[in-house]
């Protein structure tokens, strides 16, 4: 079993910043891919970064230029740095890692971490 415990949530205003840490623990065996998702009420969650174990990162349109994913494989950790909030980005964001250990193939997901953007 793997374990993910998100963190750096809070309320900011337009034009801030935050960062969100995300650390697995447990069977993380080999993680493949760590990424960052969010949800708002009524939405369907969606993607907004991952990152491969090799570096590899993928964003949504709506984020790039404002938001950097980055990883410590040491650490089994994914960062998440948000510059430029708008209100828009309000949502519960997840931390997610897929990955392989000796038990098989795993999909984990964290308890989400509230981002509250004001105006």
């Known amino acids: 079993q793997v374990q993910l415990v998100e963190s750096g949530g809070g309320l900011v205003q337009a034009g801030g910043s935050l960062r969100l840490s995300c650390a697995a623990s447990?069977?993380?065996?080999?993680?493949?891919?760590m990424g960052w998702y969010r949800q708002t009420p009524g939405k369907q969650r969606e993607l907004v970064a991952t990152?491969?174990?090799?570096?590899?990162?993928n964003y949504a349109d709506s984020v790039k230029g404002r938001f950097t994913v980055s990883r410590d494989n040491a650490k089994n950790a994914v960062y998440l740095q948000m510059n430029s909030l708008k209100p828009e980005d309000t949502a519960v964001f997840y931390c997610?890692?897929?990955?392989?250990?000796?038990?098989?193939?795993?999909?984990?997901w964290g308890q989400g971490t509230q981002v509250a953007v004001s105006s």
């Open positions: 447990g069977s993380t065996g080999s993680i493949l891919v």
């Open positions: 990152i491969s174990r090799g570096g590899s990162t």
């Open positions: 997610n890692a897929v990955g392989r250990s000796w038990q098989g193939l795993y999909n984990s």
